[in-house]
């Protein structure tokens, strides 16, 4: 089977790793991919965003099956262009179409999903450009912190929260003025804020059944002791010490049955992952948000954890035949901590050559985010360069492992958080 990875960062990277162990496997090809995933595929130098691009890539290389990681092209329709198109007529995409993607592409979306079906999340109010007046009087009836979300895609970077109501205020105007996220902002919700612990959940479903992948706690904040601005994620945990069985079997009734029951009541067809970022508030979980693909860097911790071949599972999701699927997980610990660049997430710079070691310890893994080749070298290319992994039997092993790696790894410019992990000990 061919397959053909869409992606260029840490989550690609580990799951073209994943795939590339399969038995069913012929070809894969990762595009754009990075200098990682160079060595486990061939990389295309393809436009994603050119749904046509994609398309003619695919009757050339004789793709069998088309893997989308990041969420921009799931939104943008892609999976609609690639299976309404006529030209691909057995072709097996794991992502959701736009319809199902709107659960992460559209917060009001999501939002006005999980009132319908009875998810546990926070109040909230929705509104528009033409609703600025009826916005800043909803503040009124919330009790700071005040949690100010642009509807749409805004790479992570359109939640605001704050306990100042003239700051709150302020924000509003400008998001919904678009001066703040652009066309990401022409919609806001406001939330109540939820004090708790965070942690996520990750699922494939083929829009009847579903299976469970492993859990994950991931580290949003630039700095140690999660201070400064957010990132794309610093490093992450897998499993979850505190996700202990009441809960985990609370977010599985109250959320994860409900989820997918909700896509089918609502005759929208979905066919991929179901990230589910969860809040555990006392000990009941809430849903902050869904995305329609797995996290990054949690991709990191879960791909090394999954026993089973990875192209079986999706082929039985295309088929329709998940709930006929057994997926074994490995019980260790996986972790990872995350390699950036000087200045990020403000302004960095490329190309700074990475210097690996030839060999790396035994269950120690290393996973391109930001990387490109340059003249046979790797060399940096993004504000989050590698994801250093390990497994082991236990959290604090596998993050002795993690920092091992990350600390013999050097390039001009390297930092990570030291501190990742240490709330789970």
Same mark, same amino acid.
């Given at each position: 089977?061919?397959?053909?990875?869409?992606?260029?960062?840490?989550?690609?990277?580990?799951?073209?790793?994943?795939?590339?162990?399969?038995?069913?496997?012929?070809?894969?090809?990762?595009?754009?991919?990075?200098?990682?995933?160079?060595?486990?595929?061939?990389?295309?130098?393809?436009?994603?965003?050119?749904?046509?691009?994609?398309?003619?890539?695919?009757?050339?290389?004789?793709?069998?099956?088309?893997?989308?990681?990041?969420?921009?092209?799931?939104?943008?329709?892609?999976?609609?262009?690639?299976?309404?198109?006529?030209?691909?007529?057995?072709?097996?995409?794991?992502?959701?179409?736009?319809?199902?993607?709107?659960?992460?592409?559209?917060?009001?979306?999501?939002?006005?999903?999980?009132?319908?079906?009875?998810?546990?999340?926070?109040?909230?109010?929705?509104?528009?450009?033409?609703?600025?007046?009826?916005?800043?009087?909803?503040?009124?009836?919330?009790?700071?912190?005040?949690?100010?979300?642009?509807?749409?895609?805004?790479?992570?970077?359109?939640?605001?929260?704050?306990?100042?109501?003239?700051?709150?205020?302020?924000?509003?105007?400008?998001?919904?003025?678009?001066?703040?996220?652009?066309?990401?902002?022409?919609?806001?919700?406001?939330?109540?804020?939820?004090?708790?612990?965070?942690?996520?959940?990750?699922?494939?479903?083929?829009?009847?059944?579903?299976?469970?992948?492993?859990?994950?706690?991931?580290?949003?904040?630039?700095?140690?002791?999660?201070? /400064?601005?957010? %990132?794309?994620?610093?490093? +992450? !945990?897998?499993?979850?010490?505190?996700?202990? @069985?009441?809960?985990?079997?609370? =977010?599985?009734?109250?959320?994860?049955?409900?989820?997918?029951?909700?896509?089918?009541?609502?005759?929208?067809?979905?066919?991929?992952?179901?990230?589910?970022?969860?809040?555990?508030?006392?000990?009941?979980?809430?849903?902050?948000?869904?995305?329609?693909?797995?996290?990054?860097?949690?991709?990191?911790?879960?791909?090394?954890?999954?026993?089973?071949?990875?192209?079986?599972?999706?082929?039985?999701?295309?088929?329709?035949?998940?709930?006929?699927?057994?997926?074994?997980?490995?019980?260790?610990?996986?972790?990872?901590?995350?390699?950036?660049?000087?200045?990020?997430?403000?302004?960095?710079?490329?190309?700074?050559?990475?210097?690996?070691?030839?060999?790396?310890?035994?269950?120690?893994?290393?996973?391109?985010? /930001?990387?490109? %080749?340059?003249?046979?070298? +790797? !060399?940096?290319?993004?504000?989050?360069?590698? @994801?250093?992994?390990?497994?082991? =039997?236990?959290?604090?092993?596998?993050?002795?492992?993690?920092?091992?790696?990350?600390?013999?790894?050097?390039?001009?410019?390297?930092?990570?958080?030291?501190?990742?992990?240490?709330?789970?000990?």
């Amino acid at each position: 089977m061919n397959v053909l990875l869409i992606g260029s960062g840490g989550r690609e990277h580990a799951m073209a790793w994943k795939l590339a162990q399969s038995s069913f496997l012929t070809q894969l090809f990762v595009a754009p991919g990075n200098a990682g995933t160079a060595q486990v595929a061939t990389n295309l130098k393809l436009d994603v965003t050119n749904h046509d691009a994609v398309s003619r890539s695919i009757k050339k290389h004789g793709i069998n099956m088309v893997v989308v990681g990041p969420e921009a092209p799931l939104v943008d329709g892609l999976v609609d262009h690639l299976l309404d198109c006529g030209k691909h007529p057995e072709l097996v995409v794991v992502g959701p179409r736009k319809e199902g993607a709107q659960l992460e592409g559209s917060k009001a979306f999501a939002k006005a999903f999980m009132r319908r079906h009875n998810i546990p999340t926070a109040g909230y109010g929705s509104f528009d450009g033409t609703q600025v007046d009826e916005a800043i009087a909803f503040l009124d009836t919330m009790k700071p912190p005040y949690v100010l979300k642009a509807d749409g895609l805004a790479a992570g970077k359109g939640v605001i929260i704050t306990e100042d109501l003239e700051e709150a205020q302020r924000v509003i105007r400008n998001m919904l003025s678009g001066e703040s996220f652009g066309s990401a902002g022409e919609r806001v919700v406001i939330e109540e804020f939820m004090d708790g612990i965070e942690c996520s959940m990750f699922a494939v479903s083929d829009g009847k059944a579903y299976h469970l992948l492993p859990s994950a706690k991931d580290y949003k904040r630039i700095g140690e002791g999660d201070t /400064g601005p957010n %990132t794309g994620g610093m490093g +992450a !945990v897998s499993p979850v010490p505190f996700m202990d @069985a009441e809960f985990h079997e609370k =977010a599985i009734n109250q959320i994860i049955i409900p989820t997918v029951k909700g896509l089918a009541a609502d005759g929208i067809p979905y066919n991929g992952f179901l990230f589910f970022g969860l809040m555990k508030v006392g000990g009941d979980p809430y849903v902050v948000e869904y995305n329609c693909r797995l996290g990054d860097p949690e991709t990191e911790v879960i791909m090394p954890r999954i026993q089973s071949d990875l192209l079986h599972l999706f082929e039985n999701m295309g088929a329709g035949l998940l709930s006929e699927y057994h997926l074994q997980i490995d019980p260790r610990t996986c972790s990872t901590v995350m390699l950036v660049s000087e200045g990020y997430p403000g302004a960095y710079k490329k190309g700074k050559t990475i210097s690996v070691p030839e060999r790396l310890e035994k269950d120690a893994l290393l996973f391109h985010a /930001g990387t490109s %080749t340059s003249r046979g070298n +790797a !060399v940096t290319n993004g504000g989050r360069v590698l @994801a250093c992994s390990a497994m082991a =039997a236990n959290p604090e092993n596998a993050l002795k492992k993690s920092y091992a790696l990350a600390d013999s790894i050097s390039f001009d410019g390297k930092h990570c958080r030291r501190d990742i992990g240490q709330d789970l000990l």
